[in-house]
Nanobody
Framework: QARLVESGGGLVQPGGSLRLSCAAS????????MGWYRQAPGKQRELVAY???????NYAASVKGRFTISRDNARNTVYLQMNSLKPEDTAVYYC??????????WGQGTQVTVSP
């Protein structure tokens, strides 16, 4: 069964960095587009960044210049490098992908906490 598995979350101090990974498993081809979303307590889930198969990317204004999304098509994996983290970046981070013949898949989420 196709699924997405995230890793790399944790606790980090303000100004620190984390790298999230999201690997697609199962018999699926590369996603047309993959992205990262986040949801803070009491808030709606919001888009953080996405990347097309071509490599084109887009970022939320709040993370532009601090976060970098990338993908390894050979590994069917997407990454989110997060630098200069702020307390307001604290959230559960989810990856998703739009897969041909399957539709949209979501990962289970990984907690990122930015605190002194």
């Amino acid at each position: 069964q196709a699924r997405l598995v995230e890793s790399g979350g944790g606790l980090v101090q303000p100004g620190g960095s984390l790298r999230l990974s999201c690997a697609a498993s199962g018999s699926i081809v590369n996603a047309n587009v993959m992205g990262w979303y986040r949801q803070a307590p009491g808030k709606q889930r919001e888009l953080v960044a996405y990347i097309f198969n071509s490599g084109d990317t887009n970022y939320a204004a709040s993370v532009k210049g601090r976060f970098t999304i990338s993908r390894d098509n050979a590994r069917n994996t997407v990454y989110l490098q997060m630098n200069s983290l702020k307390p307001e970046d604290t959230a559960v981070y989810y990856c998703n992908g739009v897969f041909p013949g399957i539709g949209i898949l979501w990962g289970q989420g990984t907690q990122v906490t930015v605190s002194p």
